[in-house]
């Protein structure tokens, strides 16, 4: 891999060389949840959307036509601190798809038919995996929320969007423009080819963002996604809490293992599943760590549970063929998008955004291995000091 040229407008690329038959790409943008000021909600994952809704130069439709027929995928996601773009395709299409992708942070169009087209996508997403929760929560919602007061932590950048009306085409060039169109991404490629050809054709591609208002470009009608069946689920509950940063890298590996020790205790006597954060996606170091346990059943009986499982960990440290397991599990957990290359490029794009070091994820993945029985101990008993968070559901 060559050292990250910066272009001048503060694209950082990285280019890995990998053979085979396929290449995979991510950009990461500083812009997420977060970035959205008072009284906006939702704008960024709306942002997300939209950048896949067509160009002045490629209409609606045509950059996934092209993407396909090159034998790819592309998608994206949002989360508190960072949108990413990834996706694949055969290596002898790496040129063309490098510029597609360019274009649709340059010369993305979004007239106000298209936002409230995509506003109606979001909120059937969002009440999908709303009401699709067997648990009956949602921790990108309820357990912030119920967590932390302050606006960088609590705020509601995923489900409010659904309850409110479209944004104006010039409501969302403004927010684009002061959060994409100030960013420094990171866009990591890996493929076989030739290195600094790659970083050429990427600077040449990425210009710096840009996204205008336009008038509606069809009829003046809204397009309604069919709402999802609501399942089905148990009465559950969830129990949060959440410690306080920065964070030592010992304290947090150590947290991941008890995590999974909770995972194999819990599960089979509660059907229960922990994870720290969003699902155990990358955040940021500074940032307070929170771990929520969702069971179905009654909140009492998941905290008598989860307390009874931390005391006893405190009180007798479990045995260290035990803790092995444990971190021996978690490691699977976290190296499993390593053997998927499109993850696998995410992750290095992600780890270098937030932490400047795309061996971030991999740097914890060796630290597990030293994790103690008194470590774990230890954990727990800071765990247990926490001011813990029920969220029941009827």
Same mark, same amino acid.
């Given at each position: 891999?060559?050292?990250?040229?910066?272009?001048?407008?503060?694209?950082?690329?990285h280019?890995?060389?990998?053979?085979?038959?396929?290449?995979?790409?991510?950009?990461?943008?500083?812009?997420?949840?977060?970035?959205e000021?008072p009284?906006?909600?939702?704008?960024?994952?709306?942002?997300?959307?939209?950048?896949?809704?067509?160009?002045?130069?490629?209409?609606k439709?045509?950059?996934?036509?092209r993407?396909?027929?090159?034998?790819?995928?592309?998608?994206?996601?949002?989360?508190?601190?960072?949108?990413?773009?990834f996706?694949?395709?055969r290596?002898?299409?790496?040129?063309?798809?490098?510029?597609?992708?360019?274009?649709?942070?340059?010369?993305t169009?979004?007239?106000a038919?298209?936002?409230?087209?995509?506003?109606?996508?979001?909120a059937?997403?969002?009440?999908?995996?709303?009401?699709?929760?067997?648990?009956?929560?949602? $921790? !990108? @919602?309820?357990?912030p929320?119920?967590?932390f007061?302050?606006?960088?932590? /609590?705020?509601?950048g995923?489900a #409010? %969007? +659904?309850?409110?009306?479209a944004?104006?085409?010039?409501?969302?060039?403004?927010?684009?423009?002061?959060?994409?169109?100030?960013?420094?991404?990171?866009?990591?490629?890996?493929g076989p080819f030739?290195?600094?050809e790659?970083?050429?054709?990427?600077?040449?591609?990425?210009?710096?963002?840009?996204?205008e208002?336009?008038?509606?470009?069809?009829?003046?009608?809204?397009?309604?996604?069919?709402?999802?069946?609501?399942?089905?689920?148990p009465?559950?509950?969830?129990?949060?809490?959440a410690?306080?940063? $920065? !964070? @030592?890298?010992?304290?947090?590996?150590?947290l991941?293992?008890?995590?999974e /020790?909770?995972?194999?205790?819990? #599960? %089979? +006597?509660?059907?229960?599943?922990?994870?720290?954060?969003?699902?155990?996606?990358?955040?940021?170091?500074?940032?307070?760590?929170?771990?929520?346990?969702e069971?179905?059943?009654?909140?009492?009986?998941?905290?008598t549970?989860?307390?009874?499982?931390?005391?006893?960990?405190v009180?007798?440290?479990?045995a260290?063929a035990?803790?092995?397991?444990?971190?021996?599990?978690?490691?699977?957990?976290?190296r499993?998008?390593?053997?998927?290359?499109?993850?696998?490029?995410?992750?290095?794009?992600?780890?270098?955004?937030?932490?400047d070091?795309?061996a971030?994820?991999?740097?914890?993945?060796?630290?597990?291995?030293?994790v103690s029985? #008194?470590d774990?101990a230890e954990?727990?008993?800071?765990?247990l000091?926490?001011?813990?968070?029920?969220?029941?559901?009827?």
């Amino acid at each position: 891999m060559i050292p990250a040229p910066t272009a001048p407008w503060g694209l950082s690329v990285h280019v890995e060389r990998a053979p085979g038959p396929q290449f995979t790409w991510a950009s990461a943008w500083p812009v997420g949840f977060r970035s959205e000021g008072p009284g906006e909600h939702g704008l960024a994952h709306l942002c997300e959307h939209l950048l896949f809704q067509g160009t002045d130069a490629h209409p609606k439709l045509d950059y996934f036509r092209r993407v396909e027929a090159a034998g790819g995928i592309a998608n994206a996601r949002t989360r508190p601190d960072y949108t990413v773009h990834f996706g694949s395709a055969r290596a002898t299409h790496w040129r063309e798809i490098l510029r597609l992708e360019g274009d649709r942070f340059h010369g993305t169009v979004a007239p106000a038919d298209v936002i409230a087209n995509q506003q109606a996508v979001v909120a059937a997403e969002v009440q999908e995996k709303l009401l699709g929760n067997p648990r009956g929560t949602y $921790p !990108w @919602v309820d357990v912030p929320r119920a967590l932390f007061a302050d606006p960088a932590h /609590a705020h509601d950048g995923y489900a #409010a %969007p +659904a309850l409110a009306p479209a944004p104006t085409p010039a409501t969302v060039a403004a927010f684009y423009r002061s959060t994409y169109g100030q960013a420094r991404p990171v866009l990591w490629l890996r493929g076989p080819f030739e290195e600094r050809e790659a970083v050429a054709v990427m600077e040449e591609s990425f210009a710096p963002p840009r996204m205008e208002p336009k008038p509606r470009r069809g009829a003046a009608r809204t397009h309604r996604m069919p709402s999802p069946a609501v399942p089905s689920h148990p009465a559950g509950s969830a129990l949060a809490w959440a410690l306080s940063g $920065p !964070w @030592v890298h010992k304290q947090f590996t150590a947290l991941l293992v008890l995590v999974e /020790a909770m995972n194999d205790i819990l #599960a %089979p +006597a509660l059907g229960a599943i922990a994870y720290w954060g969003m699902f155990d996606e990358p955040c940021q170091m500074s940032d307070p760590l929170y771990v929520t346990v969702e069971a179905p059943g009654s909140p009492d009986r998941l905290r008598t549970a989860v307390r009874d499982l931390l005391s006893g960990l405190v009180r007798t440290p479990p045995a260290a063929a035990t803790v092995e397991g444990w971190a021996a599990s978690r490691l699977l957990t976290l190296r499993r998008p390593e053997a998927d290359p499109v993850e696998y490029t995410v992750r290095r794009a992600v780890d270098t955004l937030l932490h400047d070091d795309p061996a971030f994820t991999r740097a914890r993945c060796d630290e597990l291995t030293s994790v103690s029985a #008194a470590d774990v101990a230890e954990a727990a008993a800071r765990v247990l000091e926490a001011d813990w968070v029920v969220l029941p559901h009827e």
